[in-house]
T-cell receptor
Framework: KAGVTQTPRYLIKTRGQQVTLSCSPI?????VSWYQQTPGQGLQFLFE???????NKGNFPGRFSGRQFSNSRSEMNVSTLELGDSALYLC???????????FGSGTQLSVL | QKEVEQNSGPLSVPEGAIASLNCTYS??????FFWYRQYSGKSPELIMS????GDKEDGRFTAQLNKASQYVSLLIRDSQPSDSATYLC????????????FGQGTTLQVKP
C-alpha cells in the first residue's frame, strides 16, 4: 500500500510570493491534516479536511488555506510569504479522528 | 500549561539499557495516545498507539498509559544506536477537537 505522497520535496520562494503544496493520502484514508514543523515551535496543527470539508483549523493567519478534492487529495496554499513561513510542511492522513495519522515526507519550504 | 508536555532531553543511555520517555497531557477527556519516532531530516513515523490504561508491548517497545495521572510513557528495552532519534508524544483531544496534538519531543541518544 502506497504511503502519503507530498510534492514538491523542496521549494525556495521569495517574500511576497505564494506557494501551493500537494498531498495524496493513503488509499482509503479520507482525513487529511497539515502540520508545520519548525525547530523552535515543533509540530503545529494547520488544518484538517474530511470529505472535502475543513473540520478543524489551527491558530494560523488567513494566508494559510487549504482544500480537499473528491478523491481525498489535498492542497495547501500560503499567500504573501513571509520569512517566518520557512518550515517543513507535513501532510498526514488517517481513517478518522481518534486514529493514528501517517505522515508524508514533507515539503521543505525556504523563504528568502 | 502546554497541552502535551515532554522533557526535551537529550536523554542519553548506553547501548543495551532501557530508555524511558515520558509525556503528560492536560485534556482529561483524551482517549487516544501515540508515540512517533522522527529521525533527523525525516518525517515522524508512528510506532505505538495506546487507548486503555495499562501497558502495551510491541517488540522492544512498551507504551504505558495512566489516565488518572494524565501520563503516557514509552519504554525501549535493549536500546540500540539505531534508536537514536526524537520521540514525539501525541494525543487526540476530547470532544472531537479534530487535531492530534504533539509534544515538543524528547531526543534520545544511544551510545555504543
Amino acid at each position: 500500500k502506497a504511503g502519503v505522497t507530498q510534492t514538491p520535496r523542496y521549494l525556495i520562494k521569495t517574500r511576497g510570493q505564494q506557494v501551493t503544496l500537494s498531498c495524496s493520502p493513503i488509499s482509503g484514508h479520507r482525513s487529511v491534516s497539515w502540520y508545520q514543523q519548525t525547530p523552535g515551535q515543533g509540530l503545529q496543527f494547520l488544518f484538517e479536511y474530511f470529505s472535502e470539508t475543513q473540520r478543524n483549523k489551527g491558530n494560523f493567519p488567513g494566508r494559510f488555506s487549504g482544500r480537499q478534492f473528491s478523491n481525498s487529495r489535498s492542497e495547501m496554499n500560503v499567500s504573501t510569504l513571509e520569512l517566518g513561513d520557512s518550515a517543513l510542511y507535513l501532510c498526514a492522513s488517517s481513517l478518522g479522528q481518534g486514529d493514528g495519522i501517517f505522515f508524508g515526507s514533507g515539503t521543505q519550504l525556504s523563504v528568502l | 500549561q502546554k497541552e502535551v508536555e515532554q522533557n526535551s532531553g537529550p536523554l542519553s543511555v548506553p547501548e543495551g539499557a532501557i530508555a524511558s520517555l515520558n509525556c503528560t497531557y492536560s485534556d482529561r477527556g483524551s482517549q487516544s495516545f501515540f508515540w512517533y519516532r522522527q529521525y533527523s531530516g525525516k518525517s515522524p513515523e508512528l510506532i505505538m498507539s495506546i487507548y486503555s490504561n495499562g501497558d502495551k508491548e510491541d517488540g522492544r517497545f512498551t507504551a504505558q498509559l495512566n489516565k488518572a495521572s494524565q501520563y503516557v510513557s514509552l519504554l525501549i528495552r535493549d536500546s540500540q544506536p539505531s534508536d537514536s532519534a526524537t520521540y514525539l508524544c501525541a494525543v487526540w483531544g476530547s470532544s472531537n477537537t479534530g487535531k492530534l496534538i504533539f509534544g515538543q519531543g524528547t531526543t534520545l541518544q544511544v551510545k555504543p
